[in-house]
């Protein structure tokens, strides 16, 4: 929470200092109603029939001083809730805890820190995940399930989850599964999940796998393959009877294969032709007016030019970038010059205008987070020939601006979640590496209006070679060409790097087990006991793979969760705590503290540290199975390389 204050004050120095370029990791700065600056009020201690209490959040009001906004009213305290004023928004993990929102937004990654934060210490409850799923942490005098469990999870972008990622995703969602089932009259209530997806295929195995249900998908299928009574294609009649129907499609690909040219050199030509074109529509549009005639622009030509400005070049990694950045720095220039010349005759200023410079643009995940605002916001940026030059409107202001990027390269970065209404015009610099990824981010281009895909194939690679010479026959049906997903949570090497992280979740949430003191409390279990407690965690598994088995589906999907899988899991569990018995048996003999987490000495008393990092030194690792990771994309440890020069 001081994090968060710190950072508004932040921002506030930095506008006062007339510093445009503020660099912050907050998501939103104004208000979302009107657009005002956010004034963050600071409410730890309030006070209400007499009594204190901890509240410890962080209010986003408005700051407009005319009450005319919904968010700038003056706060109201009332049975220890605050009523209008503040926008109903908490970005801070501490303020989630304490008060556990009606609607929660995370990805992945950040759920997996319901492994490490949990607390049932008074005063702590802004550290206990625990109370987002109704349990752990709560007042005295009043129920620990003070809230009910989540009843719904939406997933987006359902297609991402696989491979790896994936499998990884598929075990923790078990324990948030867990987490979320509570016992109503007897009767288990499981959450509702609803999934979106743009481009999968083999979908009841991911959800299968990912969420332990069945698929209902939704809208069903109509009577035809492009009527599903929810929507259909597009399309006209080319005839008066009605028989003959062409579909159409905002979006035109065009398959390009370089011949006696590298692709590097053919890139640079496209990209020239479509930034030529541009000031051959505006010539021919414009008709004897001038350029610099900001007037003469009609709204129907600005939004023309405004589509079809900006030219996004698409790469598949961060490496065909740096073979090419060179050249689009210096290179393209030259190449523009070269169409230019050849197609219009120097005049009416659109050889200074198109030819001196290139604006150009990047979205990649070399960028941080801040950078990638900027950018979003740039290349967002409405092209206006007022911006062009200094120029004067109707009513004698004067108007300039930014002008939108020329060209912008790009990664898969941008094939989720980027949606830019302007972009139009996207070269394809080879085939993707599936085609799932192809489709996602040749969509972004034709959002809102006609557009095109330029695909340029590479001439020495034989995939890139093959989708040429079926170029029309593939994206006809490419959506049919999309990969299966493979999902294989309950493999030897899933189980081995993943299932810490759920046995670590389930662990801290549904037992005792949960702070620094109750950690060393498994040396109390007797053989029993402890059997039992195994049982607990292996028996979520066992009635998993049996509905698998009693269910009608097929044999690949019943395979899934095998009986070998099921004894691969008990086997490991039981390892981990004998680990972990023989870990706590150790600290109580050197007379240590014993925690999950935490480093730091208490009193003065070595702490041992049950979880280890993931990238961990090997010899301060003292149980493979107890490496909980802090995300969910977690890559194998880095090796430090130095060269001692004799």
Known sequence: LKDLEIEYK???????????????????????WCGNKLNPISYNLIQDRGSVHEYNRVLLKCSSSDNKCSFSHPLRVKNRRIDHGPIPVALCDEEIYQHPPALLFGTVDKFAQLAHKASDANGKRHQDSRRLFGQGNWEKGKPS???????????DELHLLLGPLGSSVALFESAIDQLCTRIENGVRIRPKVISSTATTRNTNLQILAL??????????????????????YKRHYTDSTGLQVKYLSKRKYFGILPTGRTQIWMQMRLAAILMVHRALFEKEQLGVQSPI????????LRRSMDYYHTVVSYFNSLKEIGKTESQVNTYILK???????RVLRPGKLMHGLYTYSILGGELTGRLSGEEVKRELERVSTKW????????????????????PPDFVVATNMISVGIDVSRFNTIIMNSMPRNIAEYIQASSRVARNNLGMVLTVHHPFRARDISHYEKFIEFHEKMYSYVEPISITPFTKKALSRYLGLYLATYLRHKTGFVNRDSARNVLDLNKNEMKEFIQEFTSYFEKRSKRM????????????LREDNLLT???????????????????RADGAGFVFNNRSNRGGTPQYQLYVDIDEYDANIHSKKWQIPQSLRVIEPEAAIKIHRK
């Open 10 to 32: 932040k921002i506030e120095e930095q506008q006062r200092s007339g510093n445009e370029n503020v660099s912050s990791t907050i998501p939103f700065e104004n208000c979302p």
């Open 145 to 155: 399930t003070g809230y009910l469990t989540p009843d719904l999870i939406i997933q």
């Open 211 to 232: 969420f332990d249900r069945n698929v209902n998908l939704f809208p069903k299928a109509g009577v035809e393959c492009d009527d599903s009574f929810f929507a259909f």
């Open 293 to 300: 005639n900001a007037h003469a622009y009609s709204d129907e």
């Open 335 to 341: 190449e523009v010059r070269r169409v230019f010349n």
């Open 384 to 403: 206006d020939p007022y911006k062009r030059f200094a120029h004067k409107d109707n009513e004698g202001n004067t108007l300039t601006g930014t002008v």
């Open 549 to 560: 088995s009693e269910s009608g589906l097929p044999d690949i999907l019943k395979n899934l």
């Open 569 to 587: 899991i008990e086997s490991w569990i039981n390892e981990a705590f004998e680990e972990w018995i023989a870990f706590a048996e150790k600290a």
